[in-house]
Structure formats: structure tokens, C-alpha cells
């Protein structure tokens, strides 16, 4: 059974900074990419950023491009979302999500991921 935990969301100022994490367990993690995506308030879930299995290479929507940085701890199966200079447009529930192909690019569609977490609230104000 795969599980995918996130944690660190919350209400932040504009400006400011959190740090997402999402633990993962049930499956080879370190074998698959791994992505995390947002849904606003009636729009459509969308593509953050992706990280591939080692670790080497990231790929970031071009809104958050500067500002979030994607990690991971293989040894933990944790992956890791550093967000600074959030703006109100960054409101949203963020999901992270377990790739569907091992050794694979970082993909960012939604319908290559296999699992998804349970999301976690950011909201930031003005």
C-alpha cells in the first residue's frame, strides 16, 4: 500500500517563506520521479515542479520558476518543497504525487503519476 504523507503547509504573509515535505512509503521511492502540483478554488489542478529519481534533475512551471525549489532525501523518501517569496496567487492546496515509470524524466503531467498525497493548505496573504 502506498502512502503518501505531506506536512508543512500553512498561513503566510506575502513575502514569506514554508518549507512542504512529503513522506513516502509503499513502494521503491527511489526508483520514480516525483512531482508536486496545486488546486486553487475552482481551477483545475496544475503543475508545480518534478524531480527526477536521483535527484539531478528538476523541472519548474515558469510561475514559480526562482522562487520554489524541489528536493529529495532517498534514504528518508521524503521530497522536499521550499516555496520563498510566496505571493497570493500561490494559494492553493498543495499535492505531492509518486511517478507511474521508474528511471523516468521529471514529468509534469497529472496523468503520469500513480499516487497522490492528501494535500496540504497554503495560503498566503496580501
Known amino acids: 500500500q502506498v502512502q503518501l504523507v505531506e506536512s508543512g503547509g500553512g498561513l503566510v504573509q506575502a513575502g514569506g517563506s514554508l518549507r512542504l515535505s512529503c513522506a513516502a512509503s509503499g513502494r521503491s521511492f527511489s526508483r520514480y520521479y516525483m512531482g508536486w502540483f496545486r488546486q486553487a478554488p475552482g481551477k483545475e489542478r496544475e503543475f508545480v515542479v518534478a524531480?527526477?529519481?536521483?535527484?539531478?534533475?528538476?523541472n519548474y512551471a515558469d510561475s514559480v520558476k526562482g522562487r520554489f525549489t524541489i528536493s529529495r532525501d532517498n534514504a528518508k523518501n521524503t521530497v522536499y518543497l521550499q516555496m520563498n517569496s510566496l505571493k497570493p496567487e500561490d494559494t492553493a492546496v498543495y499535492y505531492c504525487?509518486?511517478?507511474?515509470?521508474?528511471?523516468?524524466?521529471?514529468?509534469?503531467?497529472?496523468?503520469?503519476?500513480?499516487?497522490w498525497g492528501q494535500g496540504t493548505q497554503v495560503t498566503v496573504s496580501s
Open positions: 524531480i527526477t529519481w536521483s535527484g539531478a534533475i528538476t
Open positions: 504525487a509518486l511517478g507511474g515509470r521508474i528511471y523516468s524524466y521529471a514529468r509534469t503531467s497529472v496523468n503520469d503519476y500513480d499516487y
